[in-house]
C-alpha cells in the first residue's frame, strides 16, 4: 500500500479543496456529504490494517491530487498563459503610436 | 448556436472543427447541478436539462460516487465552462461514445503493448548520474510489479528496448481481462499518460500514489529540472497537468471497478 500519511490531514486537504472548488455552499455540496459520510463509515473498525479503510484513503488522496492540480494548473494557465493576444492597439501603444481613426468608418 | 444539452461539440460543417472534439470553453449556461437516478444509471442535471454526452447520448455512469464527482466539475466552473479541467467528465463521455470504436481485445492490446516501450524498461548509460537515479527509482518498482504479476520483465539499455516474453504479455492481458469496459478505458488512459504500463499497474494496484507515478514518469525531467533550473510556465504546467489526468483515470478506473457494499464488522469492545 501507498505511503500515504494521516487519513485525517488527507480528509481536511480534500476537504478545503472541495471549498474552493464549490464557493459559498461548499457544505451542502453532494461531494463534501460523500468524502464525510464515507470517512465516517470507515472510522470505527477494529482492524488497524482495514483494507477497505486504506482503499477510501486512497481514493480520497487522488481525488485531492486531482482538485490540487487541476487549481494549480489553471493559476499557472492563468498567470502565463490566459493573456492572449494583444489589440492592435495594444501593439501600437507599445511603440507609442496611435492607430488612425477614420471618421467614416472602414472603407 | 449548438443545443444547451450537448456537452460540447457541433457538426464539423458549422465550425469546421475535428467531429469528437469540443469547443474548450463557453459560458456557464446553468445555475444548479444535481444528479438523479435513471434506468441505466446515475444522470446529471444542469438546471432541469440532462447531461449528454457529445455524440448526443444521455450521460449516464454506473457509480453513484463518479456521478458525484462529475457533478463537483460542473458545478465548480465560474463564468466560464473550461472542458479542458474536466477529466472526468470526460472519461465518461470517452467511455459512454467509444469514438475510437475499439472492443474490450483491442484496448487490453494497446494496453499491453506499451509494455514494449515501457518508460521504466529504457535505461541510459550516460550520464552517470541518471543512470543511477534511474536504477535506484525504477528498479524497485519494476521488481515489485514483476514479483506481484509473477512475471520477468527486466530493463535494457539498448533502444530496442527490453524483450518481452510472451508469457509476461499473456499474464497481463488476463489481468485486465477481469476489468470492465469503462475502468479499462480508464487504464489505457493512464498508461498512455504515464507512458508505462508498470507504473500505470503500480499505482492502479496502490503501490504507489499518482504524484509518485508522475514523479518516476518524469524522472529524466525532474533530473535535468534539478540540474539546469525549473521553467515554472512549462515545467510547473505539464507536471500539474499529468498530475490531473493521472490522478482522474486512476480514479475512474477505482470508482469504475469498485462494488458499493460496505461490510459492517462487528464492535469488539
Redesign the interface.
Known amino acids: 500500500?501507498?505511503?500515504?500519511g494521516a487519513p485525517l490531514r488527507t480528509l481536511r486537504a480534500l476537504l478545503r479543496e472541495?471549498r474552493h472548488?464549490?464557493g459559498r455552499s461548499y457544505r451542502d455540496?453532494?461531494?463534501y456529504r460523500?468524502v464525510l459520510a464515507a470517512f465516517r463509515?470507515h472510522r470505527?473498525?477494529?482492524?488497524k490494517l482495514?483494507r477497505?479503510q486504506?482503499?477510501l484513503h486512497?481514493?480520497a488522496?487522488?481525488?485531492l491530487?486531482?482538485l490540487r492540480?487541476?487549481r494549480?494548473?489553471?493559476a499557472?494557465?492563468r498567470?502565463?498563459?490566459g493573456r492572449g493576444e494583444r489589440t492592435p492597439q495594444e501593439v501600437a501603444g507599445l511603440v507609442g503610436f496611435r492607430l488612425p481613426q477614420q471618421p467614416g468608418g472602414k472603407g | 448556436r449548438p443545443p444547451p444539452a450537448a456537452a460540447g461539440s457541433c457538426p464539423v460543417g458549422l465550425c469546421g472543427r475535428r467531429a469528437y472534439a469540443p469547443p474548450a470553453e463557453r459560458k456557464r449556461f446553468y445555475q444548479n447541478v444535481s444528479?438523479s437516478q435513471g434506468e441505466g444509471g446515475f444522470e446529471i442535471n444542469l438546471d432541469h436539462r440532462k447531461l449528454k454526452t457529445p455524440q448526443a447520448k444521455l450521460f449516464t455512469v454506473p457509480s453513484?460516487?463518479l456521478a458525484?464527482?462529475v457533478?463537483?466539475e460542473w458545478?465548480?466552473q465560474k463564468d466560464t465552462i473550461?472542458f479542458y479541467?474536466m477529466?472526468?467528465t470526460t472519461l465518461c463521455n470517452t467511455a459512454l461514445d467509444n469514438p475510437t470504436q475499439r472492443n474490450k481485445t483491442q484496448l487490453i492490446r494497446a494496453a499491453v503493448k506499451f509494455l514494449e516501450t515501457d518508460t521504466v524498461c529504457y535505461r541510459v548509460e550516460e550520464p552517470p548520474a541518471l543512470a543511477e537515479l534511474q536504477k535506484n527509482e525504477w528498479d524497485p518498482v519494476v521488481e515489485w510489479v514483476e514479483k506481484r504479476y509473477n512475471v520477468t520483465i527486466g530493463s535494457s539499455t539498448s533502444i530496442l528496448g527490453p524483450n518481452i516474453a510472451a508469457s509476461t504479455k499473456e499474464t497481463f492481458v488476463s489481468h485486465l481481462a477481469s476489468y470492465n469496459m469503462w475502468a479499462l478505458q480508464g487504464i489505457e488512459f493512464v498508461i498512455t499518460q504515464l507512458k508505462s504500463l508498470i507504473l500505470s499497474m503500480s499505482l492502479i494496484d496502490?503501490?504507489?500514489?499518482?504524484?509518485?507515478a508522475v514523479l518516476l514518469s518524469r524522472l529524466e525531467e525532474e533530473y535535468q529540472i534539478r540540474r539546469w533550473g525549473n521553467v515554472?510556465?512549462a515545467h510547473?504546467?505539464d507536471l500539474?497537468?499529468l498530475?490531473?489526468r493521472t490522478?482522474?483515470g486512476?480514479?475512474f478506473v477505482?470508482?469504475c471497478s469498485?462494488s458499493s457494499t460496505?461490510?459492517h464488522?462487528?464492535?469488539?469492545d
Open positions: 500500500m501507498a505511503a500515504l472541495l472548488a464549490a455540496s453532494p461531494a460523500h463509515a470505527v473498525t477494529s482492524e482495514c477497505a486504506q482503499e486512497f481514493q488522496a487522488t481525488y491530487c486531482l492540480s487541476i494549480e494548473h489553471e499557472l494557465h498567470e502565463y498563459h | 444528479i453513484e460516487a458525484i464527482a457533478a463537483t458545478d465548480s473550461k479541467t477529466h472526468l496502490r503501490h504507489i500514489t499518482v504524484e509518485k515554472e510556465w510547473d504546467y500539474c497537468e498530475r490531473a490522478a482522474a486512476t480514479l477505482h470508482l469498485e460496505v461490510k464488522k462487528l464492535l469488539q
